[in-house]
């Protein structure tokens, strides 16, 4: 999701007022984007009528949150989570907080919008706070590998930075790694010797609405030689993001959102690997899988969650390239409509 700060940039501003619009009039009616007199960044988020609104007013590093009362265009007095981000380094992080804030909105979580708000919040204060995360597994480390090797070397160079760094979901918890509107993409990274890929529920496998799904398999092997690493990725990324400041604190935001922290880089440094295989798949019909439609009478009650192991050697019919060079075109084609 792309905010128009610059549009709002443009506007001028009388002192004690906001300029406002929807942050994404095409996926929420109620989350808005504001600049004061004096350039600061809010977020409003509207709060339904009867929900309580119990909120402590709360500033810490970067950051403030509060409920308001504002008057809307008909007049109508309404409540608003106010969010103001105090420091434009958290711009970045402000913007992946309103798509996950909208994310959660439409999920209709039961929770209330109050709640919602609170808790992504939480999870970025601590970005803006600038607190250390804790080291990422050794599955999470391969896995987060994946995801950056697919963005680096396949989809950066089809169809260019920002547009790639939107792309990437993974971090704000969307259901495929990599989204755009009627495409999504599943990053699968293995290092077993049976190149097999675990797949987590009936829809880790499903494609958009009317849209498609393609999953990118890299199958790789840890050795104390392996020219491959995570923070070597990390860095390949930044140094080609150094000229777009907004660019890269987007892609460090999300990186932070992964539970990347450069902090514990020498530990990461320790898993060295070695690209075995890299290839993608379009799943389509007869891709072995199983979704919902694979039981007679869906899921069956009482099933909380489906997990399996997925190999890829019968599954050639469905494979679309085996290297970026050959996918280049189709990736256009599909993500630049």
């Known amino acids: 999701m792309s905010l128009r700060w610059d549009l709002l940039d443009l506007t001028p501003v009388a002192e004690e007022k906001l300029s406002v619009r929807l942050a994404n009039p095409d996926v ?42 504002m008057k809307v265009d008909d007049g109508e007095i309404r409540n608003f989570v106010e969010v103001i981000c105090l420091d434009p380094q958290g711009y970045a992080a402000l913007d992946v907080a309103v798509t996950e804030i909208s994310e959660a909105l439409n999920s209709g979580a039961s929770i209330g919008c109050v709640r919602i708000v609170q808790n992504v919040l939480e999870k970025w204060r601590r970005f803006w706070a600038g607190a250390k995360q804790d080291l990422l597994s050794r ?24 547009k790639s760094i939107d792309m990437w979901r993974g971090p704000l918890g969307a259901r495929n790694d990599f989204e755009v509107l009627g495409v999504g993409i599943e990053v699968k990274t293995s290092s077993k010797e049976s190149a097999s890929h675990v797949i987590n529920g009936v829809d880790q496998l499903l494609e958009p609405a009317g849209g498609s799904l393609f999953l990118f398999s890299l199958v790789v092997r840890e050795e104390g030689s392996g020219k491959e690493s995570l923070p070597d990725l990390v860095n390949k990324v930044r140094s080609f993001l150094n000229d777009d400041l907004l660019m890269l604190s987007r892609f460090e935001s999300l990186l932070y959102g992964a539970g990347y922290d450069s902090v514990c880089e020498f530990e990461y440094r320790k898993l060295s690997l070695r690209i075995r295989s890299e290839e993608l798949f379009r799943v389509a019909e007869g891709f072995p899988r199983i979704t919902a439609t694979s039981f007679i009478d869906g899921v069956p009650a009482g099933v909380g969650s489906v997990k399996y192991d997925l190999n890829l050697a019968g599954a050639a019919k469905w494979r679309v390239a085996n290297n970026p060079a050959s996918a280049k075109t189709l990736l256009v084609d599909f993500l630049e409509k």
């Open 28 to 69: 929420r009616k109620d989350v808005f984007i504001a600049i004061d007199s004096s350039r600061k960044r809010y977020v409003l988020v509207a709060i339904p009528h009867g929900e309580p609104c119990e909120l402590s007013e709360r500033i810490s590093v970067g950051i403030a949150v509060r409920v308001v009362e």
């Open 139 to 162: 599955e999470q480390q391969i896995g987060l590998f994946g995801e950056l090797w697919f963005l680096l070397n396949w989809l950066i160079p089809s169809i260019g930075f920002s």
